[in-house]
C-alpha cells in the first residue's frame, strides 16, 4: 500500500509543479510608456514639425510558422497616394467566405481538397473563384498541386487590417 501512497505523492509533487510553470508571473502594472513602446520610437523617428507616420509591427506565430514584419510610411505619403488603387486589394476581403478561406489556410488548412471539405465555401467552383479573387489581390498563393498559402510578407498586414476593422 505504501507504493500507492508514494506513487500519489510524486504525482502530486509533479502537478504542483506544472501549475507554478503554468501560472504567470505577477507583473508590473504597465505605465504609458510601456502601454506605448512603439508609438515612442515612431515619435523619436519622425520630424517633430512634420506631419507624422503610421507604422505597423508583428510577430506573429501561426500554424507552425514565425513572421516578422513592420511597416512605415509618412503621413504626406499615404495621403499623396492614389487611394483608388487599393479598391481591388481591400474589395478581395470585403466576402465573408474569402475572409474565412485566409483564415483557414494561414491556420494550416491549406489544400484545395481540405478547403471543399467545408460546407459553408460552398461549391468546388464557387471555391475556385473565390481562390482566384483573393490570389490575384496578392492576399494568397499557390504554392503548387493544390496547396495555397498566405504569402509571408502579407501576414502581419493582413492580421493588421482585420484588427483594425474590429471595432
Request: aromatic share 6%.
Amino acid at each position: 500500500m505504501s507504493t500507492v501512497e508514494e506513487r500519489l505523492a510524486a504525482l502530486e509533487t509533479q502537478v504542483t509543479a506544472l501549475n507554478e510553470r503554468l501560472t504567470p508571473a505577477p507583473t508590473a502594472p504597465a505605465t504609458a510608456e510601456d502601454t506605448f513602446w512603439a508609438l515612442n520610437g515612431l515619435k523619436q523617428r519622425v520630424p517633430p514639425d512634420g506631419t507624422g507616420a503610421v507604422l505597423y509591427t508583428g510577430a506573429v506565430r501561426v500554424a507552425g510558422q514565425h513572421y516578422d514584419w513592420q511597416y512605415g510610411r509618412t503621413v504626406d505619403d499615404v495621403l499623396a497616394a492614389d487611394w483608388t488603387e487599393l479598391a481591388s486589394t481591400l474589395s478581395a476581403l470585403a466576402h465573408p467566405v474569402r475572409l474565412r478561406l485566409l483564415r483557414e489556410i494561414l491556420g494550416g488548412r491549406q489544400s484545395t481538397s481540405d478547403l471543399a471539405e467545408i460546407e459553408e465555401l460552398g461549391t468546388t467552383g464557387q471555391l475556385h473563384h473565390h481562390l482566384r479573387q483573393i490570389t490575384a489581390a496578392g492576399w494568397l498563393r499557390s504554392v503548387g498541386r493544390g496547396r495555397w498559402a498566405v504569402p509571408a510578407e502579407r501576414v502581419v498586414p493582413l492580421l493588421t487590417i482585420l484588427t483594425a476593422a474590429d471595432r
